[in-house]
């Protein structure tokens, strides 16, 4: 499809140059009547539900790690998590003993 192509907005009744509707798709505010022919514009219930497709399908992975590398705490972080734990632990039971 070349470039220069003029593409007819059947909502608003203009022609609009291919790159254009390409970005009026991507940004979902329009959608194809008939590719590379025509395009009409997405009424805001059609854009929310065109936005939300393709958030999911642009989500980032499920694990925030790059494949094949795993993240290994400091041990020292390891340790001080634990007595932080264990101190928030001992306060709460000491709380409960009071109440």
């Known amino acids: 499809m070349s470039n220069n192509k003029r593409i007819m907005n ?3 009744g203009y022609s609009m140059k291919f790159k254009q509707a390409l970005h009026a798709i991507e940004q979902c505010a329009a959608s194809w009547v008939e590719y590379g022919v025509s395009i009409r514009d997405l009424s805001l219930q059609e854009s929310i539900e065109a936005r939300n497709k393709q958030s999911k399908e642009r989500e980032p992975l499920p ?6 590398i795993k993240f290994d705490p400091p041990a020292n972080a390891l340790n001080s998590n634990r007595q932080s734990s264990l101190l ?10 009071g109440a």
């Open 88 to 97: 928030a632990y001992e306060a709460g039971k000491f709380a409960a003993m």
């Open 10 to 12: 059947l909502t608003r």
């Open 63 to 68: 694990l925030s790690e790059i494949p094949g």
